[in-house]
């Protein structure tokens, strides 16, 4: 079928993240407002100055089985534990093919990492350097490929309409999604199984990003180190994690009486072209792709009354993002619910976009907003709606929500979904 201009939807919801191996148990704790932040107790985690990280709550191999995962980068052992949530979620019962329900040719895999088997990679060579090159696991080139998560969800459905891997850093998990809402809609696929993944918590990672002064050093009070908005913030808590969608057409979810969470309005995609690391700091790229999402789906300010933050606990970051949200949405900003998960989940780089969509999806179909945790005093530049502390009851009908995605290299990324 060939189309520019069909629905798309939102059938199937996995994850699993810091606060818990699932969705439900995920979303359960972003409810209740608990951190997944804690101490690292490796004895490499010593001599680092940054000592908290947000791990995911379960371990991989008490899902996957251990002869499959020993040739599984985490980032791609977490793509497919949240897959295959995903996967059941939205009421397949076998791989595309064995499964009447879903063409393998019109299955589509769109799942991205910012980092890709960084852990794989860094691992290996010390195996090497310490017991020779015969040591070196003969699975590590396709453990490490940034595109071997989509690779394995793809062979885990069936997916034969395309495998594909978007990496655009911490906005990765977000534009992948995005890229997936575009293949339907354009008529490329039917339905497209999407998301983030990453596996960083790992001495370089920490060393280098602690080093570039962007991590919160507050090993004092893990739980509380990440405080987006709140005028002590001083950096974000590095996490783990996947989060996956599965999207359909909307014709194809009706023919086969699937559950709809919200439909998928679409994205809009910017670059700052500012600096490598930095925000721009107006927001003025945000508010691009901000402007780009409203021009191209129609969507109207006033439709919007939520939005999960990119918010990372960063001094610029976070108020070069409200700067944006006012700029675009003017006055309709005041009636907007702001959430920052990241208070709670750390940041999760390319996984991010995959968990926070997952978040926003579940907010609008339960129609309550997550709160935003450890904001004990707001930055005075502050000038909208912050959820905190507790959840937030959403308005009853049509409403939209919006989710925050942005990266180093200044890529800026915001999805669009809205109650059916």
Request: net charge negative; charged share 20%.
């Amino acid at each position: 079928m060939n189309s520019t201009n069909r629905t798309v939807v939102v059938t199937g919801i996995g994850a699993t993240t810091p606060l818990g191996g699932d969705s439900a148990s995920t979303w359960e704790a972003l409810l209740a407002g608990r951190s997944g932040v804690g101490l690292l107790t490796e004895d490499w985690a010593a001599e680092l100055p940054v000592r908290i990280a947000a791990r995911v709550a379960v371990e991989p191999t008490e899902i996957i089985p251990r002869p499959q995962a020993r040739k599984l980068d985490r980032s791609a052992q977490f793509a497919l534990i949240a897959a295959r949530e995903a996967w059941a979620d939205a009421g397949f019962t076998a791989r595309a093919g064995e499964d009447p329900a879903v063409d393998p040719d019109r299955l589509g895999a769109v799942v991205a990492s910012g980092i890709g088997g960084v852990t794989t990679l860094l691992d290996q060579y010390d195996i090497l350097r310490e017991k020779g090159a015969r040591k070196v696991s003969p699975h590590t080139v396709p453990m490490l490929m940034p595109n071997s998560p989509a690779a394995n969800v793809s062979l885990e459905v069936g997916a034969r309409a395309g495998a594909h891997t978007p990496v655009s850093a911490c906005a990765s998990g977000a534009e992948a999604i995005g890229y997936a809402v575009e293949m339907i809609r354009t008529g490329r696929a039917d339905v497209v199984i999407a998301g983030g993944t990453e596996a960083a918590v790992h001495p370089l990672p920490i060393a280098a990003f602690g080093n570039m002064m962007a991590m919160s050093k507050n090993n004092e009070d893990p739980q509380g180190a990440s405080r987006p908005f709140d005028t002590e913030r001083n950096g974000f808590v590095l996490g783990e994690g996947s989060g996956m969608i599965v999207l359909e057409s909307a014709e194809h979810a009706a023919a086969r009486g699937a559950r709809v969470y919200a439909e998928a309005v679409g994205q809009g995609i910017s670059a700052d072209a500012h600096h490598i690391t930095a925000p721009e700091p107006s927001g003025a790229g945000i508010a691009h792709a901000l402007q780009n999402l409203l021009d191209s789906t129609g969507l109207k300010p006033s439709e919007i009354t939520h939005v999960n933050a990119h918010a990372t606990s960063t001094p610029q970051g976070d108020i070069a993002e409200l700067k944006a949200l006012r700029k675009v949405l003017g006055d309709d900003v005041d009636h907007v619910a702001v959430s920052a998960t990241k208070s709670m989940t750390g940041h999760l780089l390319g996984g991010a976009g995959g968990v926070e969509t997952v978040a926003s999806v579940l907010a609008l179909y339960h129609r309550v907003a997550p709160p935003t945790i450890n904001i004990e005093n707001l930055d005075p530049e502050v000038d909208v709606d912050i959820v905190r502390d507790t959840p937030r009851e959403l308005p009853q009908g049509t409403i939209a929500a919006l989710n925050d995605s942005f990266g180093f290299g200044g890529h800026n990324v915001v999805l669009a979904f809205r109650t059916v």
